[in-house]
């Protein structure tokens, strides 16, 4: 498989920004989702540099699989938080009545985009 770490990693940043529109835009759970799949494609764009493959959503499991030198446990609180977002935030089925765009507020979007921004962050010092 050809290392595409970069076309990853560009992706996550471009998906961290639709995360900061969203936010603009009062579209919260979208936000969140959009935050996970940033931190997501940052996580697997290092796993990508470091020739390993990343399999799932779970941001946990996935910096949790990394390699002990790489010392992402300090991403790991960030992560859960973000865990979170990637199934709620479009299914009206994750709450008894209502949707997603119901539950979502300005706070928990920003918090997500904080968390995402810690994990781009990370991933994208260990790839430059």
Request: net charge negative; hydrophobic share 45%; proline share 4%.
């Amino acid at each position: 498989m050809a290392e595409r770490s970069q076309d990853w990693f560009r992706q996550a940043e471009a998906d961290l920004r639709h995360a900061r529109h969203g936010v603009e835009d009062g579209d919260f759970e979208w936000a969140a989702f959009a935050a996970h799949q940033a931190a997501e494609k940052a996580i697997k764009a290092l796993f990508q540099k470091l020739h390993l493959d990343a399999w799932g959503h779970a941001l946990s499991l996935l910096l949790g699989s990394l390699p002990e030198s790489v010392a992402a446990a300090p991403l790991l609180d960030a992560a859960k938080r973000l865990d979170k977002h990637y199934i709620p935030t479009r299914y009206p089925n994750g709450f008894e009545r209502g949707a997603p765009v119901d539950f979502y507020t300005r706070g928990e979007a920003e918090q997500a985009i904080a968390d995402a921004e810690e994990i781009v962050g990370f991933c994208g010092g260990q790839i430059r």
